[in-house]
């Protein structure tokens, strides 16, 4: 049904701190919600809070490590005993790791994994039992066009983010006799802080995620109205570039083409030339 009118909502934001999920705080906050600030930054967060306040709203900040069941858990309760309910969660913190299977660490996987996958699972766990006996409510899962399309050297934020997508594909059904939404993101590049913790295994890779997020075309104040509009429409996936839906349905017509393609361009030696020119293009 989606929750066409927010004012006075309860908002929950991990990864708040800066970039998608800051601007999405501040979007919310322009709706009238009431939106709690999760990030491990506290300076961040103190900052993201000024913000809402300027833009009409308010809320709190709350200090979460979302790869820590336990930290989750105690922002959840502390929620249920504050506002006695939570009506919007958006699972929005997230790192990126780049490098060939085989060449990127174990530490490297297990640390995306922790964050990107364990905390989608740790938020809806700790969440979802109170937006069911509450009978409403929508999550929003911040995924990304790479869980989509699977581009070489990107193995363990494509694994996490597919993940993300499976989770809010599940939930979609699983939550629809509670009347809760669920909207996930799959956005390609957007102006934000991600190169500031991603790990990479060579400098091509570093060059090639540096370009990208400098020529990219969206902002996190755009993604994040988009985000707001899709929760009041209940719309399940947001694919916002025009680039990343090409990709997309390319792929649903014709996934062995799909990845055919990828593998003959592997194979010919052009792969880095063609991931490289993508990236200047801002895609």
């Not at 306040?53 to 922002?75: H, I, N, P, W, Y």
């Amino acid at each position: 049904m989606g929750m066409k009118n927010l004012q006075g909502r309860t908002a929950v934001v991990t990864g708040a701190a800066s970039g998608i999920g800051r601007e999405l705080a501040r979007a919310l906050a322009r709706e009238g919600c009431i939106v709690l600030l999760a990030d491990i930054n506290e300076a961040g967060l103190e900052q993201t809070l000024e913000l809402v306040k300027q833009a009409g709203g308010s809320g709190e900040t709350f200090v979460c490590d979302v790869s820590r069941l336990d930290d989750v858990t105690k922002m959840a309760d502390h929620c249920c005993k504050t506002w006695g309910r939570v009506d919007l969660l958006v699972n929005n913190a997230g790192v990126a790791s780049t490098g060939f299977v085989g060449d990127i660490p174990i530490q490297d996987w297990e640390w995306i994994v922790s964050i990107n996958f364990w905390g989608v699972v740790y938020g809806c766990h700790a969440f979802v039992p109170g937006m069911k006996r509450q009978g409403s409510g929508h999550i929003v899962n911040v995924a990304s066009a790479a869980g989509i399309l699977s581009s070489p050297e990107m193995a363990p934020y494509n694994a996490t983010k597919a993940a993300v997508i499976s989770i809010s594909e599940t939930l979609k059904g699983e939550l629809a006799p509670y009347n809760i939404g669920v909207t996930v993101l799959c956005p390609t590049y957007v102006k934000t802080d991600l190169l500031e913790r991603m790990r990479f295994t060579d400098e091509f890779q570093r060059k090639c995620s540096t370009t990208g997020m400098a020529n990219a075309r969206w902002s996190p104040d755009r993604i994040a109205r988009l985000v707001v509009d899709a929760v009041k429409k209940n719309r399940m996936y947001l694919v916002p570039q025009p680039a990343a839906k090409i990709f997309w349905y390319s792929k649903r017509i014709s996934p062995c083409a799909f990845h055919g393609f990828f593998a003959f361009i592997m194979r010919m030696g052009w792969g880095r030339k063609v991931m490289y020119w993508l990236c200047r293009l801002g895609f």
